[in-house]
């Protein structure tokens, strides 16, 4: 069975421009969350779709915004992007929503913003 | 809000010995807490879990103890062994989220 899969694997930006990182979830797997991991720090929540719906979201700006298909594919997008967004980013897929069931993580997306 | 604690936030241990993570939460509501090691450039990958109506866990060099009654759970190594250097995040799942701790940074010492 296929795993988590996200694309690209890297990437670099310029301040300002935008950006999209996209995530195929497990084959059957209807919830897709999406985090922000910063050297040394954790797992910063960014939002959760499940069958297309933005289910939870953490504390991001605006800016940071996702939408899913109706195949469960997910896509997260960055505008007016700063230095400080410069993290891997991480996307996770469950079977169900919510946090009752283990997630999947891929191999990330590391974005350098320069 | 919910939140876990997590502690220690870097752990250095020799090889051999045992090694205990742990984490406090704070929702009554959660029903599930896995555990999640994240080797250096590779993405967290889940290495055991428990659910609230179960205490304790095994599976081989590793366990999860949970305490319903004092809100916190830890992860056991025993044996640890260089392979298990990584960084190890806790998680608090209720049916409507999963809330993550910050992160131990496991050292196995030659």
Known sequence: ?114 | GENVEQHPSTLSVQEGDSAVIKCTYSDSASNYFPWYKQELGKRPQLIIDIRSNVGEKKDQRIAVTLNKTAKHFSLHITETQPEDSAVYFCGQGTNYQLIWGAGTKLIIKP
């Open chain 1, 1 to 114: 069975k296929a795993g988590v899969t996200q694309t690209p694997r890297y990437l670099i930006k310029t301040r300002g421009q935008q950006v999209t990182l996209s995530c195929s979830p497990i084959s059957g797997h209807r919830s897709v969350s999406w985090y922000q991991q910063t050297p040394g720090q954790g797992l910063q929540f960014l939002f959760e779709y499940f069958s297309e719906t933005q289910r939870n979201k953490g504390n991001f700006p605006g800016r940071f915004s996702g939408r899913q298909f109706s195949n469960s594919r997910s896509e997260m997008n960055v505008s007016t992007l700063e230095l400080g967004d410069s993290a891997l980013y991480l996307c996770a897929s469950s079977q169900i929503s919510g946090g009752s069931y283990g997630y999947t993580f891929g191999s990330g997306t590391r974005l350098t913003v320069v």
